[in-house]
């Protein structure tokens, strides 16, 4: 069972900057997607950022809309690692963050599809 750990998250200031990290246990075969989830009060759980990689070697990243020009995913696949590094915080970006991964073909923002998911780290934003 992958075991993925997130670290990172804190209490900023609007427009302050953090960068959250995942680390899994053992590295998940391709094709992989992991990603990061928020889950803010009140909301439901939304989809921020996924790597997916078909097993070429090539990742393809995307970001949602309600954080882009934000937030960036990237990874280190030789210490199982993904980050989040989020830029220009806002109080509405306040929540807990969730890492997530899969082996599975093809990625999407939906949480179902997601077999692996850490424990989270909480971020608050201040105004």
């Known amino acids: 069972q992958v075991q993925l750990v997130e670290s990172g998250g804190g209490s900023v200031e609007a427009g302050g900057s953090l960068r959250l990290s995942c680390v899994a246990s053992e590295s998940i075969a391709s094709p992989v997607c992991m990603s990061w989830f928020r889950q803010s009060p009140g909301k439901e759980r939304e989809g921020l950022a996924f790597?997916?990689?078909?097993?070429?070697?090539?990742?393809?990243?995307n970001v949602a809309d309600s954080v882009k020009g934000r937030f960036s995913i990237s990874r280190d696949n030789a210490k199982n690692g993904l980050f989040l590094q989020m830029t220009s915080l806002k109080p509405e970006d306040t929540g807990m963050y969730y890492c997530?991964?899969?082996?599975?073909?093809?990625?999407?923002?939906?949480?179902?599809?997601?077999?692996?998911w850490g424990q989270g780290t909480q971020v608050s934003v201040s105004s």
């Open positions: 790597i997916y990689n078909r097993g070429d070697d090539e990742d393809f990243a």
């Open positions: 997530a991964a899969v082996h599975t073909y093809g990625c999407d923002f939906r949480a179902a599809i997601f077999t692996y």
